[in-house]
């Protein structure tokens, strides 16, 4: 990190320290998430899919219903509530495809916040809806032009921007990485994911669920499922990244499964990064824009190593088989992300007894993958529509 950050760093650990201890402050969160996101977010039971497959029963935890249409929001409330605390009125973040801008965005309108987005200028042309939201929701979208201009570019901007800025605004991280107390602090905001998990299927089924999977990108949506499980040695948790044209292809952003990333410090924290033996950052792909990036979250990639969380990863295809079986079996639109959860869930779950309880969070809703999922499934009618508006992509 810029050594000009460090107090900033520092002064945010200790703002957050005291949130932390602070009971009214997590109520206050809660509170807002029920009144504003929807909260909390159902367990369904998959009954009919279940069946199909023949082994363990599957429970769906349903991100995909909060606001905004996934788990961002969780973070970013919980963010915005402690820069209300700390007194400052300004908010700022960089987005690759776009999700954590818009639920940025809206978490700064509804709690009166400045927000400016940075955003590659490559992304901004790809992901035109989204940035018509965030501009909308009243943020300033910056498309950034130097270097690549994509995420990594943003991140840089973004930095600059809070070394000359920090005094009035916080940098809203978007998920758990990043140097300390960001991993922290969003893995808590995030575990009220798993906190009612708990719960809901203790009351659906008497005890804890045998076996969790969850996505990883960054890691947040299953370090906020994970965590408040750590401590129940017989419930399984397995991670699942992007598989992309498989293992050996390459092209896939699989950083912990396959044993592909290596240790390496970059963006202000140390954790597995997709590299080569110089340290140079491979490309990486994914058929889904948020599982796609080379880093992972430190807290992950910990547990993995101590051996509390497995990882495995789902290709492309499996993916696009996972969400045709997902809506026509349950009639759930889940996000490309969120579907690898489930690709892995369904892989495992016709060798497992019945008796057997597999939960498996859905961190959002595919809506968004319109324009993706349309083409995977090779909908001619709908590229015949894009084409005649211009290829609205
Ligand atoms: C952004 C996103 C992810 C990936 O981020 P994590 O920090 O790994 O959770 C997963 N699912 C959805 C729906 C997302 O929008």
Redesign the pocket.
């Given at each position: 990190m810029p050594e000009i950050l460090r107090h900033t760093l520092e002064d945010l650990a200790e703002a957050f320290a005291l949130a932390r201890r602070d009971a009214q402050f997590w109520q206050r969160f809660v509170d807002e998430a029920k009144a504003y996101s929807g909260r909390p977010t159902p367990v369904t039971p998959l009954a009919n899919l279940s069946a199909q497959l023949g082994g363990a029963q599957l429970l769906l935890k349903r991100e995909d219903l909060n606001h905004t249409g996934?788990?961002?929001i969780n973070n970013v409330l919980g963010q915005g509530l402690l820069v209300q605390r700390m007194g400052k009125r300004r908010v700022i973040a960089e987005t690759g495809?776009g999700?954590?801008g818009v639920a940025t965005a809206t978490m700064a309108a509804r709690l009166g916040l400045q927000c400016r987005v940075y955003m590659g200028a490559l992304d901004v042309e790809r992901q035109r809806p989204n940035v018509f939201w965030m501009e909308q929701l009243g943020a300033e979208v910056v498309a950034v032009e130097s270097g690549s201009a994509s995420l990594k570019d943003a991140i840089n901007e973004c930095l600059r921007d809070w070394a000359d800025s920090m005094d009035d605004t916080h940098y809203v991280m978007?998920?758990?990485c990043g140097p300390h107390p960001f991993p922290q602090m969003v893995a808590y905001f995030q575990q009220v994911v798993g906190q009612e998990s708990r719960q809901q299927v203790q009351a659906l089924i008497g005890r804890r669920p045998d076996r969790i999977y969850a996505?990883?990108?960054?890691?947040?949506?299953?370090t906020g499922m994970f965590v408040p499980f750590l401590d129940d040695p017989e419930v399984e948790l397995v991670g699942v990244e992007a598989g992309g044209r498989g293992l050996a292809s390459g092209a896939h952003a699989a950083r912990i499964a396959g044993g592909h990333g290596r240790p390496g410090v970059a963006q202000g924290y140390r954790t597995l990064f997709l590299q080569d033996e110089e340290g140079q950052m491979l490309p990486t792909h994914s058929v889904s824009a948020?599982?796609d990036y080379i880093g992972v979250s430190p807290i992950l990639a910990w547990l993995h190593e101590i051996g509390r969380v497995r990882f495995e990863a789902a290709t492309d295809d499996e993916v696009i088989a996972a969400l045709r079986r997902l809506m026509r079996s349950e009639g759930i639109i889940g996000?490309l992300?969120?579907l690898h959860a489930v690709a892995a869930a369904i892989r495992a779950a016709g060798d497992r007894p019945q008796s057997e309880v597999i939960l498996i969070n859905l961190?959002?809703r595919g809506d968004k993958d319109i324009f993706t999922i349309a083409d995977a499934l090779g909908d001619d009618q709908w590229r015949s529509f894009l084409a005649r508006r211009g290829g609205a992509r």
């Open positions: 996934a788990h961002k495809a999700q954590h978007g998920t758990v996505c990883v990108g960054g890691g947040s949506n299953a948020g599982l996000a992300e969120s961190s959002g």
